[in-house]
Nanobody
């Protein structure tokens, strides 16, 4: 199993950058596909990015448009989301999630993630 704790959220101006992190515990961390999701008030939780077990494969939501980068360091049990050129519509609670399914046949839906962090707030002002 794995336990997840996000950190690094905050408030930034539009066009700015912010990096958030997910710290994981568990000896089998490297066997979990890791994803980032976000949820704005009144909206459904939506996919942001996902990374495979060894970090060789990544996928991003269309709205990312090259602005975000997901990465992981299995030796440190960490997953990161680096965000730049932030827009007000990026404002949301960002969640880290872990799935035991391999990233081999497209992205994994939300119910395919067994473990979720508590979320970290990202606010982008204009």
């Amino acid at each position: 199993q794995v336990q997840l704790v996000e950190s690094g959220g905050g408030s930034v101006q539009a066009g700015g950058s912010l990096s958030i992190s997910c710290a994981a515990s568990g000896r089998t961390f490297s066997t979990y596909t890791m994803g980032w999701f976000r949820q704005a008030p009144g909206k459904e939780r939506e996919f942001v990015a996902v990374i495979s077990w060894r970090g060789k494969i990544t996928y991003y939501a269309d709205f990312v448009q090259g602005r975000f980068a997901i990465s992981r360091d299995n030796a440190k049990n960490m997953v990161y989301l680096q965000m730049s050129t932030l827009k007000p519509e990026d404002t949301a609670v960002y969640y880290c999630a872990a799935s035991s399914r391999p990233l081999v046949a497209g992205i994994i839906p939300p119910d395919g993630y067994a473990y979720w962090g508590q979320g970290t707030q990202v606010t982008v002002s204009s």
